[in-house]
């Protein structure tokens, strides 16, 4: 008998058991396999009936051998399916084709359902097909885990695709094989502009300062090179427009046995964060600035506090020490000397005057400080009569000095407060006496420039400088200013180093008088070299008679 087997390859077909030309070794062999395999084996005759079926094809649908064996294959499929199973069966017994494996659902006995995949071949005697042997597989589990598998993918692409966070995903070269639309609209690309592109390339390729950021320093690429994982790393991205994009990187990499073969990546915008925190930043200099500024005043002031009450104590000295001579002197009859009398009330007024003066000076400071304005009542001043007079209330009190008058012309009228100026040229006056113990010339010039005084703030352009501008100087030839502190002589409480725990003083008279100056419109500056001398230079603009816009509360 001519048997043989008619399959997809041409060979391995099952053979009858007992044909003629099979061995016993055979036999066996076939018998283990049929008996054992996993997969379900049935072989059926050309109308469907089933010739043999093995034990795990019993097993997969549900029924007895006996259920099976002599019976339509057809049982295996719902009733109403059957008719069209047994059609079906019978055109593929026919068909010379022979399809490849064929994946079908199953209806077990019990009512379960399955997936299977189906190959088949067919038993030739005589060159007829007598039979179909069919091999089924149950992939039921497979396919559960594979549907399992898709719905997860689906749901991960779902929620990348609604992100709000970029993400994208880049190939072992580092080229973009995924990005979602959060994404794009941070780096504005469209996706066919990033798929396939370097990502590297495309928005990291340069550093903030503007130098190429070259692959290797990449924390993002070198994921690639090392697979370990990389959170929060700040990176500046390039938006397509060549902005930059402050964002915090994240990067994990993608490993396919043991071999990194590509890297997700997500990224979130900072650039707002970033803009707070310089905000923040620059607002707490400003506050640190200030309270420096605050510290600073505040400690020059309790300093101020201290000099001046050590101060006080000299002149009510003088006082209380002058008054208890005189006393002793009336009471034990003591005839008084006229001239040393009025030499001894001279001390005394100047006591009581330098007194009055630290007064003044402790009520200015804070007044200053405060950034108040100090009242001002412009009238027609004489301003070479009013010099004149606070010479001669300083002349007598010392001898060691000189005080010199320089006029350039025998009047100087403008519209000044008299009070409020002769409290500038005395500050300036005493001062040029105080630090030049050693005596000397103190010269007080008084002159006029033509033309409109232009101050760097811009009130020179109104009516109130028509007249010009009164230049007044008092230099002296006394110790002078240590180049640290000249620039800072105006400054509230500010005493040069040179005069500290040397000469007394409170630091206010100078900010005073600049207030005042200005107040007036004019400025204020000095030359000085230490040890040689100074020059203060007031710059008064003389204004006119509807200077009274000057006046102050
Ligand atoms: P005070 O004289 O009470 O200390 P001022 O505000 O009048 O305060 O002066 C501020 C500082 O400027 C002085 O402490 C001193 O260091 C310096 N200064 C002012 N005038 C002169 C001057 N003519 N020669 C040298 N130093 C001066």
Redesign the pocket.
Known sequence: MDSGSDNRNGNHGVRQPGSATMLPADEHILRATWDFAADAMVVSDRDGVVIAANPAYCELYGYSHEEVVGKSFAIIFPEDDRAQAVELYKETFASPEIAPTVESSILRKDGSTGVVEVSYSFIVENGQRTAMFSQIRDVSQRKQTQRALEAERLRSATIIEAAAEGVYGIDSDGNCTFINPAALEFLGYTASECLGRNKHNLIHYKYPDGSPYPAEQCPICNVLRDGVTRRLVEVTLWHKDGSPLPALCSCAPKIVDGRVVGAIITMVDISERKKAEEERVRLLAIAEEARAVAEQALRAQEEMLLVVSHDLRSPTTVIKGMSQLLQMRIARGIMLDPVQLTSDLTKLIDAANRIDNFLQ?LTNGPHIQRGQSFSITPQHVDLVALARNVVASHQPRTDRHKLMIEAQSPELFGYWDPARLEQVLD??I???V???PQGGVVKISIGYEKGSFTQETDEASDGQTEGGVAVLT?E?E????PAD?LPH??ELY???????GV???????????QQLVEQHGGRIT?A?QEGV??T?TVLLPRGSSNADAQQEP
């Open positions: 000076d500050n300036l005493s001062n040029a105080k630090y030049s008092v002296d006394g110790m002078g200013i502190d002589v105006f500010r005493r040069g180093a040179n005069v500290r000469i007394g003083g409170t630091g206010v008279g100078l900010a005073g008088a000095v000085s001398g100074s203060f």
